[in-house]
């Protein structure tokens, strides 16, 4: 229960949670991070998976998945993938409209 509490914590500060994320965007694709990786005691037993998105060249934001250290990595992988190419399609196609 205590660690429950301390994820639900570093959720809710969203600040933590940003520079989580951040530290994912100089990646050019795909990332996964396990555990000690993150950097934060608190969340040592989950892992992040991130993946951008873009608008033309340049990159508009990142899909982020917070989870147990144990979770399907490839079809997370591919989730977030295919959720990002999605985007990256809609945003092309809006910037033309």
């Keep these: 229960m205590r ?12 600040k933590t949670l940003y520079e989580l ?3 994912s965007i100089n990646d050019p694709g795909p990332a996964v991070r ?3 990786e993150l950097g934060i005691d608190e969340i040592s037993e989950c892992s992040l ?3 951008p998105y873009r608008m033309g060249d340049g990159m508009v934001g990142m899909l982020a998945i917070l989870g147990p250290r144990r979770m399907p990595y490839g ?4 989730l977030a993938d295919g959720t990002a190419q999605s985007l ?6 809006a910037d033309i409209r």
């Design 3 to 14: 660690k429950l509490r301390s994820i639900l914590r570093i959720v809710e500060e969203q």
């Design 34 to 36: 396990i555990g000690q």
């Design 75 to 78: 079809r997370l992988l591919a």
């Design 21 to 23: 994320v951040a530290d």
């Design 88 to 93: 990256n399609r809609y945003l092309s196609d």
């Design 49 to 51: 998976v991130t993946v």
